[in-house]
Each structure stands twice: as structure tokens, then as C-alpha cells.
């Protein structure tokens, strides 16, 4: 079992800057690729970045390249996502997740694949 705690979450300004944080328990936290998703009110949940076991490896989503940087500390057991530019089209609710697939360098970008959640952090960007 992993045990998945975001914070970071607020309220925030169209063009301020958040950093979430996702700090894990449990199993060996290298084992896992990590990812962040996030939910507006009345859609489907999306996929926002992922990283490597290794640290080595991201991907973003188009809606946030250029803008979001995902970065994971082992020795930590953390992931981050460091926002910036922020626009209300970003207000949702921020999860983390942890997946035991894919290779070592490969992020995951299924939602399907990751086996482990967190409660989830409330991110509002005001216009």
C-alpha cells in the first residue's frame, strides 16, 4: 500500500504560481512512476504530467506545457508540480497518483494504470 498526501492547493490570481506537493508512505517511493490529474467541477478527470521511476522522463499535457513542471524527490519520497501562469481554465481539483507500471524511465500518462490516489487539493485561479 502506498499512502498518497497532497497540499499546496489555494487560491490564486490568473497569472500567479502555485506548487503542490504529494508526499508519500508506505513502499519504497522509487518504485513508483507518479502523476498528476485534476478534476473540474462537472468534467472528467484529466491527466495533467507524470514522471519516471527515474526521474529522468516527463510528459505534460498540452493545456499545461510550458507552464506546469512536474519533479519527484526520492529521497524525500515527494512529487511536485510547480505551476505558473496560472489561468482559471486551471481551477480543479489537483490529485496525485502513483503507478507500479510502465519501465523505469517511461512516465504514465493512463489514469487506468495508476493503482494508488490521494484526497486531492483544491487549486482556484480568480480572473
Known amino acids: 500500500q502506498v499512502q498518497l498526501v497532497e497540499s499546496g492547493g489555494g487560491l490564486v490570481q490568473a497569472g500567479g504560481s502555485l506548487r503542490l506537493s504529494c508526499a508519500a508512505s508506505?513502499?519504497?517511493?522509487?518504485?513508483?512512476?507518479m502523476g498528476w490529474f485534476r478534476q473540474a467541477p462537472g468534467k472528467e478527470r484529466e491527466f495533467v504530467a507524470a514522471?519516471?521511476?527515474?526521474?529522468?522522463?516527463?510528459y505534460y499535457a498540452k493545456s499545461v506545457k510550458g507552464r506546469f513542471t512536474i519533479s519527484r524527490d526520492n529521497a524525500k519520497n515527494t512529487v511536485y508540480l510547480q505551476m505558473n501562469s496560472l489561468k482559471p481554465e486551471d481551477t480543479a481539483v489537483y490529485y496525485c497518483?502513483?503507478?507500479?507500471?510502465?519501465?523505469?524511465?517511461?512516465?504514465?500518462?493512463?489514469?487506468?494504470?495508476?493503482?494508488?490516489w490521494g484526497q486531492g487539493t483544491q487549486v482556484t485561479v480568480s480572473s
Open positions: 508506505g513502499r519504497t517511493f522509487s518504485r513508483y512512476a
Open positions: 514522471i519516471a521511476r527515474s526521474g529522468g522522463s516527463t
Open positions: 497518483a502513483a503507478s507500479d507500471s510502465g519501465s523505469y524511465y517511461d512516465p504514465v500518462t493512463n489514469q487506468y494504470e495508476y493503482n494508488y
